[in-house]
């Protein structure tokens, strides 16, 4: 593991001197508004330069209205999706909008528009009009069909990568890529609201539980917190925990973190995982349904069947991931190529891009996983930092059905015929563009920092730098010093727990989860070098400074 940093402060480093060069780092220009962010209640839709199409969007919705047509929220089955549908439904439900909702179910109609999802929209319920969440940027043929062969114009809400060919047949496209689906939902739904003058019980839910809301699909689906996705994940994990909807509170009920302060960890380990699974293995519909009941029994059953799906769905992972390193053994041993790309006929569709993530995690390369769907073969792929996979992926546009997604994540499809061509050729074609340096291993800190400057004030001053996610990651510190002491803690003495001190001062605290086996290496007054986040252990009142280990190496 190579350990590098971006900058080296001096012992004399102050509090506010590792703040700045924190803020910094992250191209942060105003503090103050960093630290402080606009409450979303204070930002429009028309800061994006959306006015003259939300006036086009509205016109449509008061002729919808109108003449009593319906609407149908045709939202994608992530937890992105997913709440952002829950949001625009709720909103024209209760503008009095004879509004729907329509989930795609992932293996009959894949992901976005499709044709066949169209139609059924169409026979169902003849609607008046339909308004995407979360995809229909990369649609411009579906979309042209909806209007010309359907009769039914379409209102796009994105966040994906602009393709070269835009939807030119929607009625109206509003595309953000600085904020989620779920962000861009909830602030056209804020004004649609606003425009329409709704009551007063759906404007508080703007700042709560719709807040909440669109804080789980920002966070899930890995959009920069800076900007006005700051804000949104900001305040909607301020407010998690008093939201009133029950599915939120089932939700964390049934996965034991009732009570706890909600983080971005709770939300992408805990509660979006969950959210997920109901579209990965069956039906996305029940999350939106548990999203949106207001019977607590209905809220129960619901969060405890996506818990159980959930738990379903990590064993079919790790099956799964065992068969693919096991394929990419049998085709390549151990010199892998540039770019993994693993086919099987087994793997669930719903699992896919959660089998690449894996491997891409623990191989550190851009990695495609396949399998087959009616005939013809879906992938999802996920990427390192260095290498935008869906750029990648669309110099193939030729030999694909469909491509979309963003700089690490991204889903394809292709007919069975062209796989060959598409492995050679992208085999080929990264091994140009991936540099060996861009596949090894590392871990980059922050700033490398004398521990003489790690203190309680500072641990409090980077929580004021919360909440951490892409683009605002939590800070992280090299260090080195002298071994004081060290114990093991936690079931079967798993878990590491040492003392560091530098030239001078008191030793540090450190915990290491799973580095139970270092503690035989260690001995006292060795030197070591550590990477570490700090944290504030907080136990009856008393607050203590603490750091958490990433990586240590112990130097001889």
């Known amino acids: ?3 590098s940093f971006h900058k080296e402060l001096k012992k004399a480093a102050s509090v506010e001197e590792v703040v700045e060069a924190l803020l910094e780092m992250r191209g942060v220009k105003d ?24 006036e086009k969007a509205l016109s449509l919705l008061k002729k919808v209205k ?8 045709y939202t994608d089955y992530d937890a992105d999706g997913i709440t952002g549908g829950a949001i625009l439904w709720e909103t024209l439900y209760s503008l009095g909008f004879d509004a729907l909702p329509y989930v795609p179910h992932r293996q009959r109609e894949g992901y976005g528009f499709s044709f066949e999802g169209l139609k059924k929209i169409k026979k169902l319920y003849d609607p008046g009009l339909i308004i995407s969440v979360d995809h229909g940027i990369s649609a411009a043929e579906k979309i042209a069909f909806a209007k010309e062969k359907l009769g039914i114009p379409i209102i796009v809400t994105d966040h994906h990568l602009k393709p070269k060919e835009l939807p030119s047949e929607a009625h ?30 759906l404007e508080n839910l703007f700042e709560s539980d719709y807040l909440a809301l669109a804080s789980i699909g920002t966070i899930a689906d890995l959009v920069p917190l800076i900007g006005p996705s ?38 992408g380990f ?20 548990l999203l949106c ?14 818990s159980s799906q959930n738990k379903l769905r990590q064993s079919m992972l790790e099956r799964s991931i065992e068969k693919a390193k096991e394929l990419l053994q049998k085709f390549y041993g151990e010199s892998l190529p540039k770019i993994l790309i693993v086919f099987d006929e087994d793997f669930h569709e719903g699992i896919i891009g959660l089998i690449a993530a894996r491997l891409t995690e623990e191989f550190h390369r851009p990695s495609i996983v396949f399998t087959s769907s009616d005939g013809f073969l879906k992938a999802s792929a996920r990427s390192i930092k260095s290498f935008h996979i869906t750029e990648f992926l669309r110099s193939f546009e030729e030999l694909l059905l469909e491509v979309g997604g963003h700089a690490q994540a991204a889903g394809l499809k292709m007919e069975r015929e062209v796989f060959d061509r598409f492995l050679k050729e992208a085999v080929e074609k990264a091994d140009g563009l991936l540099k060996e340096e861009n596949l090894q291993k590392r871990i980059v800190a922050d700033l490398k920092l004398p521990l003489e400057a790690v203190s309680l004030e500072l641990a409090k001053a980077i929580e004021s730098l919360q909440p951490f996610g892409v683009g605002n990651p939590e800070p992280l510190f090299f260090s080195q010093g002298v071994l004081e002491k060290a114990s093991l803690f936690g079931r079967e003495n798993k878990h590491l727990k040492i003392w560091v001190r530098g030239e001078s001062g008191a030793p540090v ?19 070591v070098e550590i990477v570490y986040s700090l944290e504030i252990n907080r136990w009856r009142e008393r607050e203590y400074l603490r750091g958490k280990i990433k990586h240590l190496r112990i130097l001889k």
């Not at 503090?31 to 939300?54: A, T, V, Y």
């Not at 109108?66 to 929220?73: A, P």
């Not at 939902?185 to 003058?197: P, R, T």
């Not at 909607?236 to 971005?264: C, D, M, Q, W, Y």
């Open 230 to 267: 700051r804000s949104i994940a900001k305040y909607g994990l301020e407010v998690f925990n008093s939201a009133k909807r029950h599915g939120i509170r089932e939700l964390t009920k049934v996965s034991g973190i009732e009570g706890r302060k909600i983080t971005p960890w709770e939300i």
């Open 270 to 289: 805990v509660i979006a995982p969950r959210i997920n699974a109901a579209g990965r293995l069956e039906d996305a519909t029940d999350a939106l349904r």
């Open 172 to 201: 109206a496209i509003f595309h953000i890529d600085s904020l989620s689906g779920s962000g861009v939902s909830y602030f056209f739904s804020k004004e649609v609201f606003k425009a329409l003058g709704g009551a007063k019980s």
């Open 66 to 73: 109108k003449e009593g047509r319906k609407v149908i929220v």
């Open 31 to 54: 503090k103050s508004s960093f630290l402080s962010p606009k409450h979303p209640r204070e930002i429009s839709l028309f800061d994006f330069g959306l006015k003259d199409e939300f």
């Open 293 to 306: 009941t207001k019977k607590p029994s209905r809220a129960k059953a619901l969060a405890e069947k996506l």
């Open 1 to 3: 593991m190579k350990i």
């Open 509 to 527: 605290e450190f915990i290491l989860f799973e580095g139970g086996e270092k503690f035989f290496k260690l001995s006292r007054e060795a030197k």
